[in-house]
C-alpha cells in the first residue's frame, strides 16, 4: 500500500529547488551586468531554508520518502552550518567575481545546486540518496572550478577533478553493489539490521568485507584522505579562489555526512573491519599533509595540505567507538569550515584584478597595512594549529581524547606530535604577516562594507567561540 510522505521534513530542500528556478529564470531576464539581485536572491535563498529548515526541525529521528530520507538532530546541526558557510561563501565571491569582471548567474546556481547535493546527502537514508546527493554536489563543483574558461589551470585542474572524481564515484558504487548483494536492500536500515545479524554466510562475509573496501577507497577519495589525496592540491591551487572557497569550507560538511550516514547508520555493525583502514588512513593523512604544508609557499596550496591533516583528524573522532568520537569529529568539521571559509576569504581580500594574493610573501607586513584584518588572519592561523583559548582548540582536543579513552594511546600521540609539527606553517604566516615589510607598490587594502563586515565576523567567531565554547558543544552533543 503507498504510503503518502511526509513533505514537510524535506521542506528545506524542496524550497531550495523551488528558489534555484526562481533565481534560474530571474537571472536569464536580468540585464544587470553586475548580477547584484542573482546576489541578493541567492542569500536570501539560503537564510529562506535556514529559517524552514529550523521551523520544520522535529525532536528525534524521523523517516520519510520510503526510509530513503532521514531527519535528526544530527542532520539539523550539519544543515544549519551548511547555511552560515554559504552565506560567508557568498560574501567572499561577490567581492572576487566582481574584481576580476567574472559576475555571472551560474556561480550562484551552480553553488545553489551543490548546496542542495550537500542537503540530499545530510538526509539520506539509502544508498540511492547518498548517491544522488553526492553526484548532485560533485557535478556543480567540477563546473564550479572551470568556471575561469579563460584560466588554462583553471581548466586542467577542473579536469584532473573530474577524471579522478569519476573513478572515485564508480568505485564507491561498485563497493554499493556488493554491500548490496549481500544485504538485499539499499536502505541503511536494512543494511545495518542485517550486517548486525547472524545470518550471513562466510561467504557473504567475504563480499561483505571487499564490498566495505571499495566504499572506503570512494569515500576516501571524496575526502582527500591519504593515499587517495592527490587531486587536492591541484585543484585548489588552480580553480578561482571563490570556488576553492567552497570546496574548501562547505564542501567539507557533506564529507562529513557521507562518513556518518555510510559507516555509522548503515555499517556501524562492521566497525572492527573499518576501523584499521580508517586509522590508516587518519594517521597517513596528519603525518604527510602537516609534513608536505612546510614546504609551500603558495598559500592556497599550504591550507590544501592543511585540509588534509584535518580531515585526518577528523577521521581520529569515528575510531573511537562511542557517540563521544562522532561528536568530536563533528564538531571538529564545524570549527574547521568557519576557520577555512575566513582563511581564503583574506586572500580574496589582499587580491585584485589581475593578481591572486595567494602567495604567503604576498601577506608580507600586513599588520602595517592593515592592523585589523591581520589581527583576524593571526587569529585564524592560531585557531587552525589548535592554540588555545581560540575555538579551534577544543576540537582538536576532544578528537584526541577521543582516541585515547579509545584505547589508541600511539594514534593520539601522532595527533599530538603532528599538532606541533603542523603550528610551525600557521606561525609562518604569522611572521610574514608581523615582522618583514611590505612592497614598496602594496596597493591599499580596498572591499566592501559586507567584505569586511563579514572577515570581522569569521575572526570574531573563532575568538567568541573559542572563549565561550559550551553552548555550540551542547548544541552538538544533543546529536548523540
Known amino acids: 500500500m503507498f504510503e503518502m510522505p511526509n513533505f514537510q521534513l524535506a521542506a528545506a530542500e524542496i524550497f531550495v529547488l523551488a528558489m534555484i528556478c526562481v533565481v534560474l529564470v530571474f537571472d536569464v531576464f536580468s540585464e544587470d551586468p553586475k548580477r547584484r539581485w542573482t546576489y541578493y536572491l541567492s542569500v536570501l535563498t539560503v537564510i529562506g531554508a535556514a529559517l524552514v529548515t529550523w521551523m520544520t526541525a522535529e525532536e528525534g529521528r524521523a523517516l520519510t520518502f520510503s526510509g530513503t530520507y532521514v531527519a535528526d538532530h544530527a542532520g539539523l546541526v550539519l544543515k544549519m552550518a551548511t547555511y552560515?558557510?554559504?552565506?560567508?561563501?557568498?560574501?567572499?565571491?561577490?567581492?572576487?567575481?566582481?574584481?576580476?569582471?567574472?559576475?555571472?548567474?551560474?556561480?550562484?546556481?551552480?553553488?545553489?545546486?551543490?548546496?542542495?547535493?550537500?542537503?540530499?546527502?545530510?538526509?539520506?537514508?539509502?544508498?540511492?540518496?547518498?548517491?544522488?546527493?553526492?553526484?548532485?554536489?560533485?557535478?556543480?563543483?567540477?563546473?564550479?572550478?572551470?568556471?575561469?574558461?579563460?584560466?588554462?589551470?583553471?581548466?586542467?585542474?577542473?579536469?584532473?577533478?573530474?577524471?579522478?572524481?569519476?573513478?572515485?564515484?564508480?568505485?564507491?558504487?561498485?563497493?554499493?553493489?556488493?554491500?548490496?548483494?549481500?544485504?538485499?536492500?539499499?536502505?541503511?536500515?536494512?543494511?545495518?539490521?542485517?550486517?548486525?545479524?547472524?545470518?550471513?554466510?562466510?561467504?557473504?562475509?567475504?563480499?561483505?568485507?571487499?564490498?566495505?573496501?571499495?566504499?572506503l577507497v570512494g569515500m576516501a577519495f571524496k575526502l582527500g584522505a591519504v593515499p587517495f589525496h592527490m587531486w587536492i592540491p591541484d585543484v585548489y591551487h588552480g580553480a578561482p579562489t571563490a570556488s576553492t572557497l567552497f570546496i574548501g569550507s562547505t564542501a567539507k560538511l557533506a564529507s562529513f555526512a557521507l562518513i556518518l550516514r555510510l559507516l555509522i547508520d548503515g555499517l556501524g555493525a562492521m566497525y572492527a573491519d573499518w576501523r584499521d583502514m580508517l586509522m590508516v588512513m587518519s594517521v597517513l593523512s596528519i603525518a604527510l599533509g602537516n609534513i608536505v604544508a612546510i614546504a609551500q609557499t603558495n598559500l592556497k596550496r599550504m591550507l590544501a595540505y592543511s585540509t588534509i591533516s584535518h580531515v585526518g583528524f577528523i577521521l581520529m573522532g569515528f575510531l573511537a567507538p562511542t557517540n563521544a568520537g562522532v561528536e568530536a569529529a563533528l564538531f571538529y568539521t564545524v570549527v574547521y569550515v568557519i576557520m577555512s571559509a575566513g582563511a581564503f576569504g583574506m586572500i580574496i581580500l589582499l587580491g585584485r584584478e589581475g593578481f591572486e594574493a595567494d602567495e604567503i610573501d604576498d601577506f608580507k607586513g600586513l599588520f602595517r597595512r592593515s592592523p585589523w584584518f591581520a589581527t583576524v588572519m593571526m587569529l585564524l592561523m592560531f585557531s587552525m594549529a589548535g592554540v588555545p583559548p581560540l575555538v579551534g582548540f577544543y576540537p582538536k582536543l576532544n578528537v584526541i581524547m577521543s582516541a585515547l579513552n579509545a584505547g589508541l594511546v600511539w594514534v593520539a600521540l601522532v595527533g599530538v606530535f603532528f599538532s606541533v609539527v603542523g603550528a610551525f606553517y600557521y606561525l609562518r604566516v604569522i611572521k610574514v604577516m608581523l615582522f618583514d615589510q611590505p612592497d614598496a607598490d602594496a596597493p591599499p587594502i580596498e572591499a566592501s562594507r559586507s567584505m569586511r563586515a563579514a572577515l570581522s565576523i569569521n575572526g570574531g567567531a573563532v575568538l567568541i567561540l573559542g572563549l565561550l565554547p559550551g553552548a555550540l558543544i551542547a548544541w552538538i552533543g544533543a546529536a548523540f
Not at 546556481?109 to 548546496?115: N, T
Not at 553526492?134 to 583553471?154: G, Q
Not at 564508480?170 to 554491500?179: I, Q
Open 84 to 215: 552560515v558557510s554559504m552565506v560567508f561563501v557568498f560574501v567572499y565571491s561577490m567581492e572576487y567575481l566582481k574584481d576580476r569582471l567574472l559576475v555571472k548567474g551560474e556561480y550562484f546556481i551552480l553553488a545553489l545546486f551543490a548546496m542542495l547535493g550537500i542537503l540530499v546527502m545530510i538526509s539520506a537514508g539509502h544508498f540511492l540518496t547518498i548517491y544522488l546527493g553526492l553526484e548532485l554536489l560533485s557535478l556543480s563543483l567540477y563546473a564550479m572550478v572551470a568556471y575561469d574558461r579563460d584560466s588554462p589551470i583553471a581548466a586542467e585542474s577542473a579536469m584532473k577533478y573530474f577524471v579522478l572524481g569519476a573513478i572515485a564515484s564508480g568505485t564507491l558504487l561498485y563497493g554499493m553493489s556488493m554491500l548490496y548483494g549481500v544485504a538485499g536492500s539499499l536502505d541503511l536500515t536494512e543494511i545495518a539490521a542485517v550486517m548486525s545479524g547472524s545470518g550471513v554466510t562466510e561467504s557473504g562475509r567475504l563480499v561483505m568485507l571487499l564490498g566495505l573496501s571499495f566504499v
